[in-house]
Structure formats: C-alpha cells, structure tokens
Nanobody
Framework: QVQLVESGGGSVQAGGSLKLSCAASGNIFKIVVMGWYREVPGNQREAVAA???????VYADSAKGRFTLSRENTNTSVILQMASLKPEDTAVYFC????????????????WGQGTQVTVSS
C-alpha cells in the first residue's frame, strides 16, 4: 500500500501565507503524478498544482503567481507554498499521487491523503 501523510494548513487572514507538506511512503516504484488538490462542499475536487507524468509542473489558473509547488526527498514529498491567500482559497486540501507500485507491472493506482482544512478569512 501507499500512504500520503499531510501536514500544514489552518486559518489565516486574506493576504497571508500557509504551507502544506505531503510525504509519500510504502510500496512505491515510481510516482507518476503528485500534487495538491482542493475541494469545497458541493463542488468537485480540483487540481491546484501538481508534478505530472512528464515531470513538468502545472498550476490551476487560480494558483498561478501565488502558489509554489516543490519536491523533496527524491521526489516522494511535495510542498505547496501558498501566498497572497484569498477567501476563495478556503477549502479542504488533499495531497494526491498516482503511483506505479512495482517495476513488474505497469499498473498505476491513485492515492489520497486525509485532507487538511485551509480557511482564509477576509
């Protein structure tokens, strides 16, 4: 199995900053995609920022210029630095990863962290 352990989040006033960290562990041969996603009640989960299949980095339009995603620990951890936060950034943020667990099979599975609340007050 694969575990994603998240840390960070919390409450902040508009204009403030927060950091979200996520570490992957378990049976991992290759992490194909890893990043942060967010969900507001009643809406679909949306991608915020992620390292994708070819290694490139993609951001949601709402995150560009304000959020920065980085990798650590041989690419098994990602950190999302969020700045200039707005009330509309309020959501539950989830770390997600698509993982190939063994070199003996091309199968990829998606895993999620438990989610962490980010609340931005005006």
């Amino acid at each position: 199995q694969v575990q994603l352990v998240e840390s960070g989040g919390g409450s902040v006033q508009a204009g403030g900053s927060l950091k979200l960290s996520c570490a992957a562990s378990g049976n991992i041969f290759k992490i194909v995609v890893m990043g942060w996603y967010r969900e507001v009640p009643g809406n679909q989960r949306e991608a915020v920022a992620a390292f994708i299949r070819d290694g490139s980095l993609v951001y949601a339009d709402s995150a560009k210029g304000r959020f920065t995603l980085s990798r650590e620990n041989t690419n098994t951890s990602v950190i999302l630095q969020m700045a200039s936060l707005k009330p509309e950034d309020t959501a539950v943020y989830f770390c997600g990863a698509r993982v190939q667990r063994t070199s003996q099979s091309p199968r990829e599975d998606t895993y999620w962290g438990q989610g962490t609340q980010v609340t931005v007050s005006s």
